[in-house]
């Protein structure tokens, strides 16, 4: 398997891939401007909107790992156009969905045309780059990945108000035609030497044990702990992964050789980007209600708000590799972690109702530049700890992590928020109707919006959010600092590039 030799063509693969890259992370949080029309439009419950909308993401981690490997195996390109073709049919069926019902098949099937594409993308940059431009590609790809999201939510913010949510299908629709033909332009076919059968109950294992953490994530803070959905979904993902792991070392040729992540590289890449996401992914769930129901702006404007943060990280993504090729990967990836750490501390301390925009503006920055630093060395750690080969599965893995990542980290820091704004807002309401008082303390939207006539109910219940915001925010802050404290305890030289042959053997030995 050779890299390519023409510059030119190197380029065209890389526009090509991002593209098809930013059509799946776009879509990830797109139709979530669109909450209130979709419950209008088709007369259905919010539980509805919600299952819609988690449909896509849910899909899409379930079935990144074995998909990956399928690209790996059956070659990346053939694998990648099958992808494009069924992403881009599948939001058209979801732009003239006559229900609900149609709607949520086809996020399902976005979300199986999305895991086809996501773990290509980067397996062909790996695969096709060499060595010394290899990071710097990565670096791109990485910002695209942190960044693509917002980026896609302002577009959907805008088209939600000046035209329908039938739109919003329109950007992935346009991306995936644009990158599939720049695939078959460019992009080269690549595929390993299969020497065993496919694993498929390793796959049915994977996509069990990753479907039911994601949806326990995505369900327990809406609906509880003990939820019989959430409590399913939990189960069904212990399970799955206790399935997984014993499969996997049992057999020749396994999807995913668990042992692998005895290597620190690709441990600790796992970690990092696993936090790194987490933490970026409950950020924007804190920063939201902030800008709209503390700071009355409106669905638009607040994802405005987080461009300068978006535009930061991908270009902190960019120069990553630089910074890593002169200080090595593990500094740069401690550093990234220290400044996105001060960037929770900032958000922590600065914030207030008073304050504006401006007291979280310095936080949000630290923020962007940490996680741009972080992202592509921790990438790169991880699909730099198995061969070229396996890239597929590589990055799949990868894709994994940052969906766990971001399932955990919207879960956890929202959870904190709810419960410190309920706390705060408790020692705010003495005297407040009861019917009033129960309005205010299922958040502070519905605070705002009952509240209008009282001044101050809305100001307590304002001003609660920021004490659960900096509760939320200290949490985050001691996550990253463990993970920062990890790489420097646990892996010795991050920028190391570990054989890419058999896995390590008993005691910390590879063979």
């Not at 000046?162 to 076919?189: H, I, N, Q, Y």
């Not at 049915?204 to 995505?218: D, E, I, Q």
């Not at 605070?447 to 959010?465: H, P, W």
Request: proline letters at 5%; hydrophobic letters at 55%.
């Amino acid at each position: 398997m050779s890299t390519i030799d023409d510059p030119r063509r190197r380029r065209a693969v890389l526009a090509a891939v991002c593209l098809a890259l930013m059509a799946v992370v776009a879509s990830v949080s797109g139709l979530n401007v669109a909450q209130p029309q979709l419950a209008v439009g088709f007369g259905v419950a919010q539980s509805t909107v919600l299952a819609v909308l988690n449909s896509y993401p849910v899909t899409l981690a379930a079935l990144l790992l074995p998909l990956g490997a399928a690209g790996d195996r059956w070659g990346r390109k053939p694998v990648l156009l099958t992808g494009l073709g069924l992403f881009g049919a599948a939001n058209v069926v979801a732009a003239f969905a006559p229900s609900a019902g149609i709607l949520l098949a086809a996020r399902v099937l976005t979300g199986v045309g999305a895991a086809m594409i996501m773990p290509v993308t980067l397996a062909v940059i790996t695969s096709s780059f060499p060595d010394e431009e290899r990071s710097r590609a990565i670096g791109v790809w990485t910002g695209v990945a942190g960044g693509g999201g917002i980026l896609g939510m302002v577009l959907s913010a805008v088209l939600v108000d000046v035209a329908s949510w039938r739109w919003l299908f329109a950007l992935p629709v346009a991306l995936v035609a644009v990158a599939a033909a720049g695939t078959l332009r460019s992009v080269p076919d690549s595929r390993e030497e299969a020497r065993h059968r496919f694993d498929v109950l390793g796959s049915v294992t994977s996509a069990a044990a990753v479907a039911g953490l994601v949806l326990a994530l995505h369900e327990g803070p809406g609906h509880g702990w003990t939820a019989p959905l959430t409590l399913l979904g939990l189960g069904a993902g212990v399970l799955g992964l206790l399935g997984f792991a014993v499969h996997e070392r049992r057999r020749p040729g396994p999807l995913l050789d668990v042992r692998l992540f005895r290597r620190r590289g690709l441990a600790t890449g796992s970690v990092v980007l696993l936090a790194v996401f987490g933490v970026q992914a409950g950020i924007f769930v804190v920063l939201y209600p902030y800008f709209q129901a503390v700071l009355g702006w409106s669905g638009l404007g607040a994802t405005l708000a987080l461009l300068p943060t978006a535009l930061l990280m991908m270009a902190a993504s960019g120069l990553a590799p630089r910074l890593a090729a002169r200080v090595g990967r593990r500094p740069a990836t401690a550093a990234g972690i220290a400044v996105a750490t001060a960037g929770l501390l900032l958000l922590a301390g600065l914030v207030s109702v008073d304050g504006g925009y401006l007291s979280v503006l310095p936080g949000m920055l630290a923020m962007g530049l940490g996680m741009g630093l972080t992202m592509t060395p921790a990438t790169e750690a991880i699909t730099g700890s198995l061969p070229r080969a396996r890239q597929g599965v590589a990055s799949a893995l990868n894709d994994v992590t940052r969906e766990l990542g971001t399932a955990l980290g919207v879960a956890l820091l929202g959870t904190l928020l709810a419960a410190g704004y309920r706390r705060a807002v408790d020692a705010r309401l003495d005297g407040v109707p009861a019917g009033l008082a129960d309005a205010v303390r299922r958040g502070v939207a519905n605070a705002v919006a009952a509240g209008t006539r009282s001044s101050d109910v809305v100001r307590a219940a304002q001003e609660s959010f920021v004490d659960g915001w900096r509760q939320s925010m200290w949490a985050g802050a001691g996550v990253l600092a463990a993970v920062l404290v990890f790489v420097l305890a646990w892996d010795r030289d991050l920028s190391a590039r570990e054989p890419a042959g058999a896995p390590a053997r008993p005691g910390g030995r590879r063979g």
